[in-house]
């Protein structure tokens, strides 16, 4: 997979790649909120059951940003690959959800 020109991977390494140098932990974070709107949807859903169509868009939102941002970070960092990439998430009180995208650093060169 491929972020603004930097390879990566959940896994230790690279295929057909060899790290050369390693230029540390790499992060991007992003905070979001669903506005009141979607609050009130996302209740009176929960009621039923089923998706919740506007938070499901909004941790995909999340994510992508976390990826756009973590791949910036590593660029800084003067990376050209992110191995070993993980996300976590968290709410942040009852209406704010936390998502960061993070892993190692590298500069990679093709086998």
Known sequence: MSYNDILISTANFIPGYKVTELKGFTYG???RSRGA???ISAS???LVG???GAYKKMMEESRDEAMNR???HAK????????????D???IGQSMQEVIAYGT???VEKE
């Open 29 to 31: 974070l992003t905070v």
């Open 37 to 39: 709107g979607g609050n």
């Open 44 to 46: 009176l859903k929960s």
């Open 50 to 52: 089923g998706e919740v």
């Open 70 to 72: 973590l791949s910036q």
């Open 76 to 87: 800084e960092l003067g990376a050209n690959g992110i191995i070993s990439v993980r996300f």
């Open 89 to 91: 998430s968290d709410s």
């Open 105 to 107: 650093a590298v500069v």
